[in-house]
T-cell receptor, first 110, second 116 residues
């Protein structure tokens, strides 16, 4: 199975809130799990990524939590700002080929 | 570092004509480049993987004779949409993976293709 399931489809939080986006996968051969941020009309930008031998990774305000046994991973955005309003994609990689989740449209209200 | 550019950023062409899109890694060498297609409010779908100096590998359902990919150097890959039709209108995005076994892919800014 190559699918990556992402939820929620959309998310609205207030400034300073902590949006959480979840992804689940089936293929245990996936060996790299990145998160991307995309603004309208732009290409995706790599935010943070994790390997399956690590349960958590933090970079700035972004944290990935990874549960290998449950085949799930999530993105937390601390102290969210209106400038974080964008579409977020999780992805999973096998043999360098990325499979993307469906995307989450995040809106951070002032 | 790790900048990928695409040219053009947008293009409008008539049905039946061909369009070439360039993808360049500006500050690193990319042994592998990828081409994605994204429809409005949808996710990215991998179209093909290209390795420098060899033929591209296309995903299932992608017509290799319609979407010609050439990865002629370690910094340049091109996608040519041949005999374009309105249903080919989409946002085409490339990415590049640096040499040396890195997992990270760096994406270009995308090319908006509109076929009239």
């Amino acid at each position: 199975q190559q699918q990556v399931k992402q939820s929620p489809q959309s998310l609205i939080v207030q400034k300073g809130g902590i949006p959480i986006i979840n992804c689940a996968y089936e293929n245990t051969a996936f060996d790299y799990f990145p998160w991307y941020q995309q603004f309208p009309g732009k290409g995706p930008a790599l935010l943070i990524a994790i390997r399956p031998d690590v349960s958590e990774k933090k970079e700035g305000r972004f944290t990935i939590s990874f549960n290998k046994s449950a085949k799930q991973f999530s993105l937390h955005i601390m102290d969210s700002q209106p400038g974080d309003s964008a579409t977020y994609f999780c992805a999973a990689s096998f043999l360098s080929r990325l499979t993307f989740g469906e995307g989450t449209q995040l809106t951070v209200n002032p | 570092g790790a900048v990928v550019s695409q040219h053009p950023s947008w293009v409008i062409c008539k049905s039946g004509t061909s369009v070439k899109i360039e993808c360049r890694s500006l500050d690193f060498q990319a042994t592998t480049m990828f081409w994605y297609r994204q429809f409005p409010k949808q996710s990215l779908m991998l179209m093909a993987t290209s390795n420098e100096g060899s033929k591209a590998t296309y995903e299932q359902g992608v017509e290799k004779d319609k979407f010609l990919i050439n990865h002629a150097s370690l910094t340049l890959s091109t996608l040519t949409v041949t005999s374009a039709h309105p249903e080919d209108s989409s946002f085409y995005i490339c990415s590049a993976r640096a040499s040396g076994g890195s997992y990270e892919q760096y994406f270009g800014p995308g090319t908006r293709l509109t076929v009239t």
